[in-house]
């Protein structure tokens, strides 16, 4: 299989502008969760899907953040107006059987905003 | 919020040294996993264990748990420069449906 695959890699951006983070996750998964990474905070989830459907999107930190999931192998994290403090490294994991279970992570979006 | 913590933030070694890195965390748990990190990447997972296990092995890896503490063990055996790398603990908590929580991670440096 060829794991979770997230694009872009690597996006530098200027203050104010929508950031438009993709994931496809590992066929056959029936979960999928958005984190973000930085020194200061760690690994932060942000929200999680089951099924397609948002389950808990208590970790997204403002309005200017959202994410959807319009089919089993296609889910977006965008962010709009970014702002420098956005500046992480955003990673999209899936898993299956059960929200607790091993999670398979992309290797991430990693985002500047200057 | 975090409920796992490792310690220490920071480890560095001899290649051939044996690493130890613990985990504490706040809550009861269903099971316990340890993940690996290397620079620039994505994290894989390493191992679980379950809140009925006590210690579990893969290759070089042993992990130990303690429920009436809340606490985990990684142990890597025999370490190489390759496995430096920043190593972080998961817990899925008992408390219904929810995902697992990560701690902020053991940065482990083998030194050849």
């Known amino acids: 299989d060829a794991g979770v695959i997230q694009s872009p890699r690597h996006e530098v951006t200027e203050m104010g502008q929508e950031v438009t983070l993709r994931c496809k996750p590992i066929s056959g998964h029936d979960y999928l969760f958005w984190y973000r990474q930085t020194m200061m905070r760690g690994l932060e989830l942000l929200i999680y899907?089951?099924?397609?459907?948002?389950?808990?999107d208590s970790g997204m930190p403002e309005d200017r953040f959202s994410a959807k999931m319009p089919n089993a192998s296609f889910s977006t994290l965008k962010i709009q107006p970014s702002e420098p403090r956005d500046s992480a490294v955003y990673f999209c994991?899936?898993?299956?059987?059960?929200?607790?279970?091993?999670?398979?992570f992309g290797e991430g979006s990693w985002l500047t905003v200057v | 919020s975090q409920q796992g913590e490792e310690d220490p933030q920071a480890l560095s070694i001899q290649e051939g040294e044996n690493a130890t890195m613990n985990c504490s965390y706040k809550t009861s748990i269903n099971n316990l996993q340890w993940y690996r990190q290397n620079s620039g990447r994505g994290l894989v997972h390493l191992i679980l264990?379950?809140?009925?296990?006590r210690e579990k092995h893969s290759g070089r890896l042993r992990v130990t748990l303690d429920t009436s503490k809340k606490s985990s063990s990684l142990l890597i055996t025999a370490s190489r420069a390759a496995d430096t790398a920043s190593y972080f603990c998961a817990t899925e908590p008992n408390s219904g449906n929810t995902p697992l929580v990560f701690g902020k991670g053991t940065r482990l440096s083998v030194i050849a």
């Open positions: 994991a899936s898993s299956s059987r059960g929200v607790g279970n091993t999670i398979y």
């Open positions: 264990i379950r809140s009925n296990e």
């Open positions: 899907f089951n099924n397609n459907v948002p389950i808990d």
